[in-house]
């Protein structure tokens, strides 16, 4: 067999394995097994899971010739089937951040929310609708409230100038979060420092009412939240120099007007304000990310959602893997001069723009 061949072959086997993979994850099958920490034969995983057998047995002939999951008999003779601890280790909900099974979900999810459409894009060159993608949509924003839990608050916000943002957090000052969502980040910061105010923004009003509704569960008196696109802010004298600190969080590559967004947060900013953007860790050139260990998943979830939402209406269609040049050289031309890239220890996948606002000449 060729290299290709085999190439061929190992693409083949890794696509279907990643779409049962999904399927198991969604069930807790790998959280199951975990959990058992011994070979089991299906009846006791089924029971376990309960799961089907028969729908069980086919899964687990996946995962053992995918070498997911190790194949072993009883005493008696029967087939018995365990995760092994390594594994599980990348697999389930107890692994944390090291968990790359939830993102098995990704690929199956957008599939079913938009083959078709990027299908038809590809020869009309239109967007999609952002309302074409709910259920993704959702599994994305779990996946977002499940980082912003375990990291915002004890590492992202500390990391800032070196704890220097955190200090001026408690003291007080304005914030502003840009395409928040359900505003789980917003709340955690309004909770976090009652001393200062929080306003979130998205153009998403189903969003925008459960996140009012989850501030007013949770007490916040410091936290309003607008219905408002970002790229009509501006010269909007309303919002001129409001805020000491905007964030926005893998949001701008998915604006259909992403330059007028960067210069609405730069409207939006007092004289020697910040802005922490927070996206793709990557570079603008395929020729930059041929090295990149996850390139060709990003590439494929970037062609089968962001880049169709950012072009919707006429939009810009960045896609998720504009990459570092393109992003800065859109900074500038948004108006910040002082733009530092960062790393981030607590994640992997995503660079820190860290921008401030010039100070007014005196």
């Not at 995962?63 to 995760?83: H, P, R, W």
């Not at 977002?144 to 003291?171: M, N, T």
Request: proline residues 4%.
């Amino acid at each position: 067999m060729s290299d290709f061949a085999q190439k061929m072959t190992d693409i083949l086997n890794h696509g279907a394995l990643n779409l049962a993979m999904a399927i198991g994850y969604k069930n807790r099958i790998f959280d199951v097994m975990e959990n058992l920490e011994r070979p089991a034969p299906i009846p006791e995983i089924a029971d376990a899971a309960e799961l089907d057998p028969r729908y069980l047995k086919e899964w687990l002939g996946v995962m053992v010739t995918g070498e997911i999951v190790e194949l072993s008999q009883t005493t008696t003779g029967e087939n018995a089937y365990f995760l092994p601890p390594a594994h599980a280790a990348f697999l389930t909900r107890k692994a944390g951040s090291s968990n790359l099974g939830v993102y098995t979900q990704e690929i199956p999810l957008l599939t079913a929310c938009a083959m078709d459409a990027v299908n038809n894009g590809m020869k009309t060159g239109q967007g999609i609708a952002f309302s074409q993608y709910p259920e993704f949509q959702a599994f994305m924003g779990q996946l977002a409230d499940a980082k912003h839990k375990e990291v915002l608050i004890q590492h992202f916000l500390p990391s800032v100038e070196d704890g220097k943002l955190v200090e001026r957090l408690k003291s007080g000052i304005r914030v502003c979060d840009l395409g928040c969502g359900q505003g789980l980040a917003v709340n955690l910061m309004a909770r976090a420092f009652p001393k200062s105010t929080f306003v979130g923004m998205d153009n998403h009003e189903t969003a925008i009412r459960t996140a009012q509704h989850q501030a007013l569960k949770m007490g916040l008196s410091n936290v309003d939240y607008r219905i408002k696109d970002a790229a009509a802010i501006d010269g909007d004298e309303a919002f001129c120099a409001r805020f000491d600190f905007v964030c926005a969080f893998d949001a701008i590559h998915d604006q259909q007007k992403p330059l007028a967004a960067l210069k609405s947060i730069h409207w939006m900013l007092a004289p020697g304000g910040l802005f922490s953007m927070v996206d793709i860790k990557a570079g603008t050139d395929h020729r930059d990310n041929l090295d990149h260990p996850m390139g060709a998943f990003l590439y494929t979830v970037s062609l089968m959602h962001c880049m169709p939402i950012g072009r919707y209406d006429n939009g810009a269609g960045l896609g998720m893997m504009w990459g570092r040049e393109k992003a800065l050289e859109m900074l500038a031309q948004a108006g910040f001069e002082q733009v530092e890239v960062l790393e981030m220890a607590h994640d992997g996948f995503n660079l820190h723009y860290l921008c401030r606002k010039k100070q007014d000449k005196k």
